[in-house]
């Protein structure tokens, strides 16, 4: 059975860091595109910042040059590192794991973890 398992949310201040971990298990996840997306109350579920299976990484322009996104291949793990953060970046964060091969289509989501920025 496919699990994605986030960690590292919580409550910070604004200017503070946290950094995100997703591990999967059950999947080939070096084939994987790696994704965090998230969703504020009220809001629509956005992109935050996705990873290819080769390393390259494209980010929502609200986080370019406060997130970092990586994966680890050996760990099955993706991270989110998140600095600077804002009262924006409030939300649930998702990961997701995502393959095209072949016509078909492999999709996978975490639970979420919480994050607040707030003084």
């Known amino acids: 059975q496919v699990q994605l398992v986030e960690s590292g949310g919580g409550l910070v201040q604004p200017g503070e860091s946290l950094r995100l971990s997703c591990a999967a298990s059950?999947?080939?996840?070096?084939?994987?595109?790696m994704g965090w997306y998230r969703q504020a109350p009220g809001k629509q579920r956005e992109l935050v910042a996705v990873i290819r299976p080769g390393g390259s990484a494209d980010y929502a322009d609200s986080v370019k040059g406060r997130f970092t996104i990586s994966r680890d291949n050996a760990k099955n793990t993706v991270y989110l590192q998140m600095n600077s953060l804002k009262p924006e970046d409030t939300a649930v964060y998702y990961c997701?794991?995502?393959?095209?091969?072949?016509?078909?289509?492999?999709?996978?989501w975490g639970q979420g973890t919480q994050v607040t920025v707030s003084s």
């Open positions: 997701n794991a995502h393959w095209t091969i072949a016509s078909r289509e492999y999709d996978y």
């Open positions: 059950e999947i080939r996840f070096s084939f994987y595109t």
